[in-house]
């Protein structure tokens, strides 16, 4: 069965420092991945998007971006946080085409201090 | 702008009564609809999907949807106190084939022994 691993479970971060958040899926090939923003009071916004290696979509210009090098990881990154940063972060996966459930990780909680 | 509407709540049943929660969704195109259970502090977890006009039971969980209406539902039937959670409502536009899932802000349900 498929499973994601999303880490760290909650990081403390200044203002201005940058953010690497990784997240891999096992027991699937050539899973869609996303990563998804839910901040306090607001519904899940999605970030960023992959449907394969290399392929990024971004849905939110902003001063954070996604990579994945591998068919099974995503990454999101940022070289200087914000303060509007903090919030849920979430790694979800897919398969199939657009319409097919997404499967979500546990997440990491960001604190931008 | 897509938009889904949920009533916040929170919707409060005794336990073993029906809840039902409701959603609504502005994007006629929309094809494929999702409910997500979310505890406090927890990431989203996947309940049911429903892709066609009526209902979908599964064990507890009846999904029903109305495209003419641009309405979709969740029955919990025989409700548990280990229901009491926050209830995401999704939807796709497969017609354009977006990946991108709007999201409800949510209905908190308290399930009241």
């Known amino acids: 069965s498929q499973t994601i691993h999303q880490w760290p479970a909650t990081l403390v971060q200044p203002v201005g420092s940058p953010l690497s958040l990784e997240c891999t899926v096992e027991?699937?090939?050539?899973?869609?991945l996303y990563w998804y923003r839910q901040a306090a009071g607001r519904g899940l916004q999605l970030l960023f998007y992959?449907?394969?290696?290399?392929?990024i979509s971004s849905e939110v210009p902003q001063n954070l971006s996604a990579s994945r090098p591998q068919d099974r990881q995503f990454i999101l990154s940022s070289k200087k946080l914000l303060l509007s940063d903090s919030g849920f972060y979430l790694c979800?996966?897919?398969?199939?085409?657009?319409?097919?459930?997404?499967?979500f990780g546990d997440g990491t909680r960001l604190s931008i201090l | 702008q897509k938009e889904v509407e949920q009533n916040s709540g929170p919707l409060s049943v005794p336990e073993g009564a029906i809840a039902s929660l409701n959603c609504t969704y502005s994007?006629?195109?929309?094809?494929?609809f999702f409910w997500y259970r979310q505890y406090s502090g927890k990431s989203p977890e996947l309940i049911m999907f429903?892709?066609?006009?009526g209902d979908k039971e599964d064990g507890r969980f009846t999904a029903q949807l109305n495209k003419a209406s641009q309405y979709v539902s969740l029955l919990i039937r025989d409700s548990q106190p280990s229901d009491s959670a926050t209830y995401l409502c999704?939807?796709?536009?497969?017609?354009?084939?977006?990946?991108?899932?709007?999201f409800g802000k949510g209905t908190k349900l308290s399930v009241i022994p």
């Open positions: 999704a939807v796709n536009d497969r017609g354009a084939g977006s990946y991108q899932l709007t």
């Open positions: 027991g699937t090939s050539n899973p869609n």
């Open positions: 994007d006629r195109g929309s094809q494929s």
């Open positions: 979800a996966w897919s398969v199939g085409g657009a319409d097919q459930p997404q499967h």
């Open positions: 992959s449907v394969g290696i290399g392929q």
């Open positions: 429903i892709y066609s006009n």
